[in-house]
Nanobody
Framework: QLQFVESGGGLVQPGGSLRLSCVVS????????IAWFRQGPGKGREGIAC????????DYADSVKGRFTISRDDANSSAFLQMNGLKPEDTGVYFC??????????????????????WGQGTQVTVAS
């Protein structure tokens, strides 16, 4: 059974950093590509960072490019999102997601959230002074 456990969120001041973690169970991460989605207050869920199974295959939303870095640790079934230079508009609940490694990271980031059946609880990130 596919499960996600996201952690690492919290309250941080603008300009600060956070590192989110996601532990995935019920699927082989080595055969998967991974995404981080974000749902801001009153907004829909959107893919903001994705990483493929091949080295260098990453994709980022324009809003986070240059500030966020996605990484993966297949041996420990984990994914991470390093967030630097946080802004108030980064506030939201962050979720991770996986898909079979038959598409590029860019394609995964463009998939609508409704195409995924299973979600974790997410982790809340609040950026405020």
């Amino acid at each position: 059974q596919l499960q996600f456990v996201e952690s690492g969120g919290g309250l941080v001041q603008p300009g600060g950093s956070l590192r989110l973690s996601c532990v995935v169970s019920g699927v082989s991460l080595e055969r998967s590509i991974i995404a981080w989605f974000r749902q801001g207050p009153g907004k829909g869920r959107e893919g903001i960072a994705c990483i493929g199974s091949r080295s260098g295959d990453t994709d980022y939303a324009d809003s986070v490019k240059g500030r966020f870095t996605i990484s993966r640790d297949d041996a420990n079934s984990s994914a991470f999102l390093q967030m630097n230079g946080l802004k108030p508009e980064d506030t939201g609940v962050y979720f991770c997601q996986v898909a079979p490694a038959i598409m590029t990271a860019q394609r995964l980031c463009q998939r609508p959230p409704a195409s995924f059946r299973t979600w974790g609880q997410g982790t809340q990130v609040t950026v405020a002074s």
